[in-house]
Antibody
Framework: EVQLVQSGAEVKKPGESLKISCQGS????????IAWVRQMPGKGLEWMGI????????RYSPSFEGQVIITADKSTNTAYLQWSSLKASDTAMYYC??????????????WGQGTMVTVSS | DIHMTQSPSSLSASVGDRVTITCRAS??????LAWYQQKPGKAPKSLIY???SLESGVPSRFSGSGSGTDFTLTIASLQPEDFATYFC?????????FGGGTKVEIK
């Protein structure tokens, strides 16, 4: 069974750094693109970027480029989303999602359960 | 970026109703469109890809159609578990973009 399991909720202060994770199981993570999607409270879905774990090829939405870094660790079947300096406006639910194939771009078929990030002083 | 416009933003319907949601792309995306369902407090669930192909396990009352710039998601006979928010997404061009969502509420 394909599963994407994300790390737990985080509460941080502005200016702090953070790295959240998305671990795949039931399939080989390296052969599928993994996307990150933001959902601010009460709002819609925003596509942030994707990574191909096998070679770490990464694409970012212009809205998020320079604001976050997407990485992956093939050895642990895990993708990451990280911030070097959080802002209150980063408060949101973050989802990872697997693309349906190794083709790029593609739709997503499996989603993680989400990681809630709260940034508050 | 390709802008995706969904309509309506919300609708009220009864169990058994036929429901249609529209998604319009700001440029031709061929058939590279997906639909997702999201229930409150839950992660999105994939319903349809390639405009009209159902994901495994998705009930046949869901269907998708369209190509180019205009697409529809139809629920043939609304069931209680279908009350949720629905999002379209284009995957023709980076950055991938979502529509604003359509909330389907109980009348």
């Amino acid at each position: 069974e394909v599963q994407l399991v994300q790390s737990g909720a985080e509460v941080k202060k502005p200016g702090e750094s953070l790295k959240i994770s998305c671990q795949g199981s039931g399939y080989t993570l390296t052969t599928y693109w993994i996307a990150w999607v933001r959902q601010m409270p009460g709002k819609g879905l925003e596509w942030m970027g994707i990574i191909y774990p096998d070679d770490s090829d990464t694409r970012y939405s212009p809205s998020f480029e320079g604001q976050v870094i997407i990485t992956a660790d093939k050895s642990t079947n895990t993708a990451y989303l990280q911030w070097s300096s959080l802002k209150a406006s980063d408060t949101a639910m973050y989802y990872c999602a697997r693309h349906r194939s190794s083709s790029s771009p593609d739709a997503s078929d499996f989603w993680g359960q989400g990681t809630m990030v709260t940034v508050s002083s | 970026d390709i802008h995706m416009t969904q309509s309506p933003s919300s609708l009220s319907a009864s169990v058994g109703d036929r429901v249609t949601i529209t998604c319009r792309a700001s440029q031709d995306i061929s058939g590279w469109l997906a639909w997702y369902q999201q229930k409150p407090g839950k992660a999105p669930k994939s319903l349809i890809y390639a405009a009209s192909s159902l994901e495994s396990g998705v009930p046949s009352r869901f269907s998708g159609s369209g190509s180019g710039t205009d697409f529809t998601l139809t629920i043939a006979s609304l069931q209680p578990e279908d009350f949720a928010t629905y999002f379209c997404q284009q995957y023709h061009t980076y950055p991938l973009t979502f529509g604003g969502g359509t909330k389907v509420e109980i009348k």
